[in-house]
């Protein structure tokens, strides 16, 4: 039954306002009048369960008159309008003459209005600590705000009081999407990988994103609320020794006064944008895009925008690049013209489907154009390992035409078992490495990556794939190996024992294999005592003082190192003494050790002692003049001492060119900046080595990037007079790095490009799916047109997603299903009071393939229940729950509380289009699909994430 309300308010115009906003909700409204006369009228002609009423009234009876009437013959709740707060006196006077449910005070929200009507559903009120709770009549809980005032007589005694209460479970609602919404704009804002700031009117800073800050070394309070020109920049200008000091402060004044005069211009709704030169922490120049930018609201500035984006990598291959731009430009074009084909051929198609295989046809050969323009190879192979069709790619890479390799086999090009293995499997590879015979004899490395293809009786047919040369990859992947080794292979020679202990675990995660020749052990009887090393060899008197030895190291600094002398029982029997020399290797994040790096040696007997130290020079002497990899020792003003053959011949000069030279002499002076504070640190005992990628200058002029490791050589009485420093020569990685990095950036600008193209395209088709339905007048051909317009809509929002999104390669299920459902109950025009929507929804990312037929699943189950679930004037649920499950599982459950489907309607035979859908979207996700009609319409699903090979 519904709520019969009676509104009694002399303002007509606010009077018809309020019975609009409560018949929309279901609310019934007997009478809107302006008097106190017409009031007890409509009360006793119609009887309505609650009166809302102005405290001032016109007519001969007021508002205190008209309460007391109403209590007296009526027993009516009343609900209040005023004026006035709740405490002054005329308030306190109608709450001592009438039983009234609260007041709203003008100008009030609509929501404010609800909450005073709904009370009439409270039994009682509850306190619960921090808030309090209304109980419904039945039963059901609801927090609500509530507040007191006292009633007193005209004595000033205390006879009552009054209670105002507010229903805040909407409110609670909108609090909680607003901390969901804070948190997910500080996350994006704070990892972004740009700088960007927020800025007031005058240029006062009052926001920074942590990228900003952590590029610049400062913390937020000491520059939010400073003008944003004093921002501490650090300009290239300010670093280059050939710019005077006066030239300095002039380049530092002009960008203060360029960042005014921006500031300035954008207060008034204008875009800024220009570059700025300035210096990395690494001490590297780099240049920035920077814009400022007026956000506005009805036409007038709010706040500024200012955003910083490194461009350094397209401000130095500009010119290199431009032949390149202008073939993507080109390749953009025609692109562009491709799709725009494509959308005029989709409209022809819908108008005319006759010409479906013309234009299937037609997109066969765009794709042939596609793949035989990207940088990798593509090819099919039928079901014996034959080449049915090879891209002209396979010129380049194995130097055959693509008609020489038609009809060959995939054993006549690559290693015969592995060829065979792949095609015996029929399964999907991905990323293997073949070994491929070139035209001309020799062997590359290609990686390799294809799916298998069947035939409509589903007989395997070939396989379809992609190939891409890796060879340079493998030749860095070997060099890192070999390096790996040789740097093992000095660790074993050294005569003492290298380890490393953590101290978390109590154990040594590293030991050299010189621990079996001190101590007799073979290294799988030491690898098996793991904890129990030191407790079952070390000497019970030593072993009690290991604990004061690591309390010392818990207090220590970088650099500083601890000797700790023990005794260690012998594979014999007998009592070896050792010393070790330890340093804190790792820390933990709160600052505390976590690892030490030490070594021990073994000094038993002096005599042995000495001969070992004298062995070991000996090894060292041959390691550094026999080492693959550059090694040279200074003194300690930094000039060579020693340089091994292997760093000469890496810059070029002999030995004795390089003897008394300054190593500052062949260093980059870019790079001098940033090793001399390594090296001061090392020189003052703070530091005892360091390791940095830097530039050399050769003898010939040419530079070189190189990877070294430096460490202090000290005397007998600890002092660091020498520094030994071993050189690789890393340039030819830096080159594959950076091509490495450019391809990358290129591919993903190109990949954001195509879905925000096909998003675009997806939209105009919507569009015109929505013009069709304009001129039509049969209401089922809309109806058609219109869940089209959902489908489409649907696919679109996955593309929308992927290009604003930081991962172009997965969709979050989670945000993708809120904004389609949001979009769905719009579509419909849904009542929010008639169908609540509950969703439980896990964030779960899934690739393209999988999000599609998802999405499209979950529109045409939430469009039946909307359209058919709920009978007219009926309130109901919707629910869509979507949690992860054991074995990478996915769990979805769709379901309403409405009439459900009848039971004779067999749902996986149906000749409607929703259903139909909904079976072959199911197929598609190889999904597990069962319906529970007990409780209204209930679909539970169960799936795993397509897995398709990528296509670049």
């Known amino acids: 039954m519904q709520t019969k309300i009676a509104i009694v308010e002399n303002e007509l115009d606010l009077a018809l306002n309020i019975r609009e906003e409560l018949e929309a909700v279901g609310y019934e409204v007997t009478d809107t009048v302006t008097s106190g006369e017409a009031a007890i009228a409509a009360a006793e002609s119609n009887r309505p369960d609650l009166i809302i009423m102005n405290t001032r009234l016109t007519g001969t009876l007021d508002g205190i008159e008209m309460a007391r009437i109403l209590r007296e013959r009526f027993q009516i709740p009343t609900v209040y309008i005023t004026a006035s707060n709740g405490a002054d006196s005329n308030t306190l006077e109608l709450n001592k003459n009438s039983e009234h449910y609260g007041y709203i005070i003008k100008p009030f929200a609509i929501q404010e209005l609800f909450s005073g009507v709904q009370v009439l559903q409270y039994g009682k009120i509850i306190d619960c600590g921090d808030r309090s709770l209304a109980i419904a009549r039945d039963g059901t809980k609801i927090p609500i705000d509530d507040s007191a005032a006292p009633l007193k007589d005209e004595a000033g005694n205390i006879t009552g009081a009054v209670l105002v209460f507010q229903d805040l479970i909407e409110c609670q609602k909108t609090e909680e999407k607003l901390r969901q919404s804070d948190r997910r704009w500080r996350g994006i804002f704070d990892r972004d990988f740009n700088f960007i700031w927020l800025l007031q009117l005058d240029g006062t ?105 490194d461009i350094t990598a397209r401000s130095q291959m500009e010119r290199a690049q431009e032949e390149r731009g202008k073939q993507l430009e080109r390749m953009v074009q025609e692109r562009t013209a491709e799709l725009q084909a494509a959308v005029r051929e989709l409209e022809a198609e819908i108008q005319e489907r006759q010409r479906a295989e013309e234009r299937l046809q037609q997109s066969e050969e765009r794709f042939r154009s596609l793949v035989e323009t990207t940088s990798d190879l593509v090819w099919e192979a039928d079901e014996n390992g034959a080449y049915t069709y090879i891209s002209p790619k396979v010129r380049d890479l194995l130097g055959y035409q693509p008609s020489e390799m038609l009809g060959k086999t995939w054993f006549e090009v690559a290693e015969v078992s592995q060829a065979r293995a792949i095609m015996a499997a029929r399964s999907p590879f991905h990323c293997v490495d073949k070994i491929t015979r070139h035209k001309d004899g020799s062997q590359i490395v290609l990686e390799t990556s294809a799916v298998p293809f069947f035939d409509n009786q589903n007989r395997f047919r070939g396989y379809r794939g992609i190939d891409r040369d890796i060879s340079d990859r ?39 294999s010189e621990i079996s020749s001190i101590l007799g052990y ?69 600052g505390t050790p ?66 008394s030279q300054h190593f500052l002499s062949f260093t980059h002076p870019e790079d001098i900046k940033r090793e001399m504070p390594y090296m001061q640190r090392r020189w003052q005992g703070k530091r005892n080595s360091y390791r940095m990628e830097k530039r050399y200058i050769k003898k010939n002029g040419e530079i070189i990037w190189t990877k070294i490791t430096a460490g202090s050589i000290k005397d007998g009485m600890g002092d660091s007079n020498y520094a030994l420093a071993m050189v690789e020569d890393i340039s030819d990685r830096k080159q594959a790095q950076a091509k490495l990095q450019e391809s990358l950036e290129e591919k993903e600008v190109l990949l954001r490009e195509i879905h925000h193209r096909v998003k675009n395209n997806l939209h105009v088709i919507a569009n015109l799916l929505d013009m069709q339905s304009d001129y039509t007048e049969d209401e089922a051909a809309k109806t058609i047109l219109l869940e089209s317009q959902n489908r489409v809509r649907t696919m679109a929002k996955v593309h929308q997603q992927l290009c604003q999104s930081d991962n172009i390669a997965r969709v979050n299920l989670r945000e993708y299903i809120e904004n389609l459902v949001e979009k769905l109950l719009a579509v419909h025009k849904i009542n929010p009071y008639q169908v609540q929507l509950i969703l439980e929804l896990e964030p779960i990312a899934v690739n393209l393939e999988t999000a599609i037929p998802c999405g499209l699943l979950i529109n045409e189950l939430v469009t039946n229940s909307l359209k058919y679930a709920f009978t007219e004037g009926h309130i109901g649920e919707i629910l869509i729950q979507l949690q992860s499950g054991q074995e990478q599982q996915l769990h979805l459950i769709i379901g309403d509380n409405g009439i459900g489907i009848p039971e004779e309607v067999d749902w996986q035979q149906t000749n409607t289009l929703g259903l139909r859908l909904t079976n072959i979207l199911a197929r598609q996700l190889k999904a597990a699909i069962e319906l529970d009609r007990s409780k209204g319409t209930c679909f539970r699903l169960a799936f795993s994430e397509l897995q398709y090979k990528p296509r670049f």
Not at 530 to 548: F, G, I, Q, W, Y
Request: charged letters at 30%; proline letters at 4%; aromatic letters at 10%.
């Open 594 to 659: 976590q690892q030490i790096i030490g070594t021990a040696t073994d000094i038993t007997d002096r005599q042995e002692a000495t001969e070992a130290l004298r062995e070991s020079e000996e090894k060292f002497r041959r390691i550094f003049e026999e080492a693959p990899i550059g090694m040279n020792l200074t003194d300690s003003s930094g000039r060579y001492l020693q340089a091994n053959p292997a760093f000469c011949k890496m810059l070029g000069y002999t030995e004795e060119e390089l003897k």
């Open 522 to 590: 073979t290294p799988e009887q030491i690898k098996a005592m793991r904890e129990a090393l030191m407790p079952n060899l070390m000497h019970p008197e030593d072993l009690a003082k290991v604990s004061t030895h690591f309390q010392q190291i818990n207090r220590a600094s970088d650099g500083e190192i601890f000797e700790f002398e023990y005794r260690m029982r012998h594979a014999s029997g007998e009592w070896r003494t050792l010393i070790s020399r330890d340093t804190v290797f790792l820390r933990r994040a709160d």
């Open 474 to 512: 493998q030749k860095v992947l070997e060099s890192l190996r070999e390096s790996q080794f040789f740097t093992q292979r000095i660790a074993n020679a050294i005569p003492n024992i290298i380890y490393i202990y953590d101290l978390i675990e109590e154990r040594n995660i590293y030991v050299n």
């Open 205 to 309: 800073l009052e926001e920074a994103n942590q990228t900003a800050l952590d590029f610049s070394g400062i913390r937020a309070e000491d520059v939010i609320g400073n003008p944003f020109w004093e921002w501490p920049w650090r300009l290239a200008a300010d670093f280059r020794p050939d710019i005077t000091r006066e030239s300095q402060y002039l380049a530092t004044s002009q960008v203060r006064e360029e960042l005014k005069e921006a500031i300035a211009r954008a207060a008034t709704g204008e875009t800024v944008r220009y570059d700025l030169e300035i210096l990395a922490p690494e001490g590297i120049e780099m240049t920035v895009d920077f814009s400022i930018k007026p956000v506005m609201a009805a036409d007038r500035v709010l706040f500024l925008i200012a955003e910083g984006r």
